[in-house]
């Protein structure tokens, strides 16, 4: 007896010699066979190089620019964690994050966010707005927003801080419990 381990949904499947491999997998039913599979190596071995160098000499290639990537008008110095630095700057902006407690999603490039600061709302720059139904406004002045950068694309958010927030959620509440109460009457 023989097994395989099916790239799709990782269960081993155990094949009898006599009758052969499985063709498809038992338990998710898509293909074993290398069909719609592909393999990147992650390294690039010297010897890699060398063969790939040779090979394109003989194929008449090798003027050409064969660069990979970098036909799209990437390099390794632009990709999002392509050196050390870089990479050593995400892990410490993780673990900042780590401790945050909220950590919204960035919207642009759907990386964590990293809470920079509070920028406080004063009178003078906002003006309410009070809802048809309402006696007083949602949101009154001041109040402090949360300030959040991405620490890939650098895009800057605010968000209502906590304190905000419940002040808010106590208003909707009272403005039910008020609507309630007038349909009672």
Known sequence: MSTQVCPWCDTEIVWDEVLGPEEECPHCLNELNAYRSLSVDLEIDEDDKKLRRMEAEE?????????????FGWDEDNMQWGS??????????????HHQVDVPECSHCREYMLLAGQETVSGSSFEPHVHEGMRQPLLTAPFKLDVYVCTSCFHVQRMLNHTGREAMTVKLQEMNESEANNEKV
């Open 84 to 97: 050390p630095d870089k990479l050593k700057l995400q892990e410490s902006a993780d673990k900042l994050i």
């Open 59 to 71: 194929n008449g290639t090798a003027g050409e620019d064969n660069k990979g990537w970098s036909n």
